[in-house]
Protein backbone atom coordinates (compact mmCIF):
# COMPACT_ATOMS: atom_id res chain seq x y z
CA UNK A 1 0.00 0.00 0.00
CA UNK A 2 2.87 2.36 0.92
CA UNK A 3 4.38 2.10 -2.92
CA UNK A 4 0.14 3.14 -4.34
CA UNK A 5 -0.09 5.59 -1.55
CA UNK A 6 3.53 7.18 -2.27
CA UNK A 7 2.14 7.13 -6.71
CA UNK A 8 -0.26 9.32 -6.21
CA UNK A 9 0.73 12.54 -6.92
CA UNK A 10 0.16 14.79 -3.99
CA UNK A 11 0.42 18.95 -4.04
CA UNK A 12 3.18 20.12 -2.49
CA UNK A 13 2.74 22.72 0.14
CA UNK A 14 5.58 25.32 0.11
CA UNK A 15 6.34 28.14 2.89
CA UNK A 16 4.33 31.09 2.61
CA UNK A 17 6.76 34.16 1.72
CA UNK A 18 6.97 37.30 2.92
CA UNK A 19 4.26 39.10 2.98
CA UNK A 20 4.24 42.34 1.30
CA UNK A 21 3.45 44.74 4.28
CA UNK A 22 6.59 43.23 5.61
CA UNK A 23 8.84 42.80 2.91
CA UNK A 24 10.82 46.16 3.98
CA UNK A 25 12.23 43.60 7.10
CA UNK A 26 13.76 41.51 4.28
CA UNK A 27 13.09 38.04 3.54
CA UNK A 28 10.93 35.49 5.67
CA UNK A 29 12.87 32.95 7.95
CA UNK A 30 12.33 29.28 7.10
CA UNK A 31 12.89 26.72 9.68
CA UNK A 32 16.05 25.56 8.27
CA UNK A 33 17.14 29.42 8.51
CA UNK A 34 16.47 28.99 12.18
CA UNK A 35 17.37 25.66 13.06
CA UNK A 36 21.23 27.06 11.45
CA UNK A 37 20.87 30.31 13.97
CA UNK A 38 19.54 28.50 17.02
CA UNK A 39 22.95 25.79 16.49
CA UNK A 40 25.17 28.62 16.46
CA UNK A 41 23.77 30.41 19.48
CA UNK A 42 23.96 27.12 21.52
CA UNK A 43 27.56 26.50 19.96
CA UNK A 44 28.42 29.95 21.22
CA UNK A 45 26.92 29.33 24.50
CA UNK A 46 28.80 26.45 25.14
CA UNK A 47 31.77 27.96 24.80
CA UNK A 48 31.44 31.05 26.78
CA UNK A 49 30.12 28.16 29.46
CA UNK A 50 33.71 26.04 29.08
CA UNK A 51 35.70 29.36 29.23
CA UNK A 52 33.94 30.33 32.22
CA UNK A 53 34.05 27.11 34.00
CA UNK A 54 38.36 27.42 33.03
CA UNK A 55 38.25 30.69 34.61
CA UNK A 56 36.91 29.28 37.77
CA UNK A 57 39.37 26.50 38.38
CA UNK A 58 42.22 27.77 36.96
CA UNK A 59 45.65 27.21 38.83
CA UNK A 60 47.24 30.94 39.83
CA UNK A 61 50.71 28.69 40.02
CA UNK A 62 50.06 27.05 36.24
CA UNK A 63 52.89 28.27 33.82
CA UNK A 64 54.39 27.47 30.44
CA UNK A 65 57.10 29.43 28.29
CA UNK A 66 54.36 30.50 25.86
CA UNK A 67 53.05 33.14 28.48
CA UNK A 68 56.08 35.12 28.15
CA UNK A 69 57.07 34.20 24.56
CA UNK A 70 53.47 35.70 23.26
CA UNK A 71 51.23 38.47 23.45
CA UNK A 72 47.99 39.60 23.11
CA UNK A 73 46.69 42.15 20.07
CA UNK A 74 42.90 43.00 20.05
CA UNK A 75 41.95 39.69 21.96
CA UNK A 76 44.21 37.29 20.28
CA UNK A 77 47.03 35.90 21.45
CA UNK A 78 50.06 36.00 18.85
CA UNK A 79 53.94 34.58 19.53
CA UNK A 80 56.87 36.83 19.12
CA UNK A 81 58.93 37.37 16.52
CA UNK A 82 61.14 35.09 15.20
CA UNK A 83 63.33 37.35 12.80
CA UNK A 84 66.42 37.59 15.06
CA UNK A 85 66.00 34.18 16.42
CA UNK A 86 69.50 32.78 15.53
CA UNK A 87 72.80 34.93 15.25
CA UNK A 88 74.36 35.88 11.91
CA UNK A 89 76.99 33.24 12.60
CA UNK A 90 74.48 30.90 12.80
CA UNK A 91 72.50 31.89 9.97
CA UNK A 92 75.80 31.48 8.02
CA UNK A 93 76.50 28.34 9.24
CA UNK A 94 73.14 27.05 7.58
CA UNK A 95 73.66 28.58 4.64
CA UNK A 96 77.15 26.84 4.59
CA UNK A 97 75.34 23.50 5.06
CA UNK A 98 72.12 24.14 3.19
CA UNK A 99 75.45 24.65 0.04
CA UNK A 100 77.14 21.18 0.92
CA UNK A 101 73.95 19.42 0.66
CA UNK A 102 72.88 21.01 -2.41
CA UNK A 103 76.57 20.34 -4.06
CA UNK A 104 76.29 16.59 -2.93
CA UNK A 105 73.15 16.12 -5.16
CA UNK A 106 74.79 17.60 -8.06
CA UNK A 107 77.80 15.69 -7.82
CA UNK A 108 75.21 12.51 -7.09
CA UNK A 109 73.12 13.44 -10.33
CA UNK A 110 76.30 13.81 -12.83
CA UNK A 111 77.40 10.54 -11.72
CA UNK A 112 74.18 9.19 -12.25
CA UNK A 113 74.01 10.68 -15.76
CA UNK A 114 77.35 9.27 -16.48
CA UNK A 115 76.77 5.82 -15.66
CA UNK A 116 73.74 5.78 -17.89
CA UNK A 117 74.90 7.31 -20.42
CA UNK A 118 77.55 4.84 -20.84
CA UNK A 119 74.87 1.84 -20.36
CA UNK A 120 72.88 3.23 -23.43
CA UNK A 121 75.72 4.25 -25.29
CA UNK A 122 77.25 0.32 -25.16
CA UNK A 123 73.27 -0.53 -26.02
CA UNK A 124 72.94 1.74 -29.14
CA UNK A 125 76.61 0.82 -30.45
CA UNK A 126 75.96 -2.94 -30.35
CA UNK A 127 77.09 -4.40 -34.28
CA UNK A 128 73.47 -4.55 -36.60
CA UNK A 129 74.97 -7.76 -38.67
CA UNK A 130 74.44 -10.72 -37.60
CA UNK A 131 76.30 -14.28 -38.69
CA UNK A 132 74.73 -17.17 -38.56
CA UNK A 133 76.57 -20.20 -37.34
CA UNK A 134 75.50 -24.36 -37.64
CA UNK A 135 76.38 -26.57 -35.44
CA UNK A 136 76.28 -30.28 -35.28
CA UNK A 137 74.57 -31.10 -31.77
CA UNK A 138 73.98 -28.73 -28.59
CA UNK A 139 77.38 -29.27 -27.40
CA UNK A 140 78.90 -27.30 -29.97
CA UNK A 141 76.46 -24.47 -30.05
CA UNK A 142 77.47 -24.27 -26.39
CA UNK A 143 81.25 -23.59 -27.50
CA UNK A 144 80.71 -21.53 -30.27
CA UNK A 145 78.21 -19.61 -27.99
CA UNK A 146 80.87 -19.13 -25.57
CA UNK A 147 83.66 -18.48 -28.19
CA UNK A 148 81.20 -15.53 -29.66
CA UNK A 149 81.04 -14.00 -25.80
CA UNK A 150 84.78 -13.94 -25.52
CA UNK A 151 85.99 -12.49 -28.52
CA UNK A 152 83.27 -9.94 -28.17
CA UNK A 153 80.81 -10.50 -31.07
CA UNK A 154 78.07 -10.84 -29.05
CA UNK A 155 77.95 -9.14 -26.08
CA UNK A 156 76.95 -10.87 -22.77
CA UNK A 157 73.69 -10.69 -21.23
CA UNK A 158 75.03 -9.22 -17.77
CA UNK A 159 76.70 -6.20 -19.67
CA UNK A 160 73.04 -4.34 -20.06
CA UNK A 161 70.70 -4.32 -17.40
CA UNK A 162 67.27 -6.34 -17.96
CA UNK A 163 64.85 -3.08 -18.04
CA UNK A 164 67.13 -1.13 -20.05
CA UNK A 165 67.36 -3.96 -22.87
CA UNK A 166 63.55 -4.11 -22.45
CA UNK A 167 62.22 -0.29 -22.32
CA UNK A 168 65.13 2.33 -23.75
CA UNK A 169 62.70 4.44 -24.67
CA UNK A 170 62.10 4.92 -21.07
CA UNK A 171 65.61 5.38 -19.37
CA UNK A 172 66.42 7.93 -21.88
CA UNK A 173 63.33 10.21 -20.45
CA UNK A 174 65.14 9.41 -17.54
CA UNK A 175 68.59 10.49 -18.56
CA UNK A 176 66.85 13.72 -19.78
CA UNK A 177 65.19 14.25 -16.44
CA UNK A 178 68.22 13.87 -14.44
CA UNK A 179 70.04 16.36 -16.73
CA UNK A 180 67.50 18.87 -16.44
CA UNK A 181 67.64 18.65 -12.71
CA UNK A 182 71.45 18.40 -12.64
CA UNK A 183 70.59 21.97 -14.46
CA UNK A 184 68.03 23.13 -11.67
CA UNK A 185 70.81 21.94 -9.11
CA UNK A 186 73.38 24.00 -10.48
CA UNK A 187 71.41 27.24 -10.87
CA UNK A 188 70.22 26.67 -7.42
CA UNK A 189 73.73 26.27 -6.31
CA UNK A 190 74.80 29.18 -8.06
CA UNK A 191 71.85 31.68 -6.72
CA UNK A 192 72.95 30.30 -3.29
CA UNK A 193 76.87 31.74 -3.74
CA UNK A 194 75.84 34.93 -4.86
CA UNK A 195 73.67 35.21 -2.24
CA UNK A 196 76.76 34.31 0.63
CA UNK A 197 78.76 36.56 -1.16
CA UNK A 198 76.60 39.68 -0.99
CA UNK A 199 76.04 38.55 2.63
CA UNK A 200 79.23 38.69 3.65
CA UNK A 201 80.10 41.57 1.34
CA UNK A 202 83.48 40.29 0.72
CA UNK A 203 85.23 40.16 -2.42
CA UNK A 204 85.30 36.62 -5.00
CA UNK A 205 87.97 34.13 -4.25
CA UNK A 206 88.41 35.14 -0.56
CA UNK A 207 87.44 33.80 2.40
CA UNK A 208 83.76 33.31 2.71
CA UNK A 209 83.77 33.74 6.51
CA UNK A 210 86.15 33.21 9.10
CA UNK A 211 85.07 31.51 12.47
CA UNK A 212 87.97 32.99 14.50
CA UNK A 213 86.98 36.63 13.61
CA UNK A 214 83.90 38.39 14.87
CA UNK A 215 81.49 38.54 12.14
CA UNK A 216 81.19 42.14 12.88
CA UNK A 217 84.45 42.71 12.75
CA UNK A 218 84.85 41.26 9.29
CA UNK A 219 86.47 43.30 6.91
CA UNK A 220 84.07 44.28 3.81
CA UNK A 221 84.65 44.58 0.48
CA UNK A 222 83.80 47.62 -1.94
CA UNK A 223 81.17 46.61 -4.88
CA UNK A 224 78.87 47.48 -7.22
CA UNK A 225 75.94 45.90 -9.69
CA UNK A 226 77.65 46.28 -13.31
CA UNK A 227 75.33 48.05 -15.91
CA UNK A 228 73.55 46.36 -19.04
CA UNK A 229 76.66 48.05 -21.30
CA UNK A 230 78.97 46.63 -18.58
CA UNK A 231 78.12 42.82 -18.87
CA UNK A 232 79.90 41.09 -21.92
CA UNK A 233 77.97 37.86 -21.47
CA UNK A 234 74.16 38.50 -20.73
CA UNK A 235 72.70 36.56 -17.85
CA UNK A 236 69.23 36.73 -16.57
CA UNK A 237 71.35 37.16 -12.72
CA UNK A 238 72.86 40.18 -12.17
CA UNK A 239 76.66 40.81 -12.14
CA UNK A 240 78.29 42.35 -9.52
CA UNK A 241 81.98 43.29 -9.70
CA UNK A 242 84.22 43.99 -6.53
CA UNK A 243 87.09 46.50 -5.68
CA UNK A 244 90.08 45.03 -6.49
CA UNK A 245 91.93 44.87 -2.84
CA UNK A 246 95.84 43.77 -2.25
CA UNK A 247 96.90 40.92 0.09
CA UNK A 248 99.15 41.44 2.72
Not at 195 to 201: G, P, R, S
Not at 206 to 230: C, M, Y
Request: charged share 35%; net charge positive.
Amino acid sequence: MSSLRNAISRRAHKERAQPSARRKFGLLEKHKDYVERAQAFHKKEQTLLKLREKAAFRNPDEFYFRMIKSKTVRGVHKLESEADKYSPEELMLMKTQDMGYILQKLQSEKKKIEKLSAVLHSLDNQPSNRHVYYAEDREEAKEMQLLAVKSGTVPASNDVFDDIKRNPAASYRELEARRNRVSQLEKIYTDMVLQKELQLDVGVGSTFWNKNIPFNKQKAGRKRKLREDEIVCHTSQPVYKWRPERKR
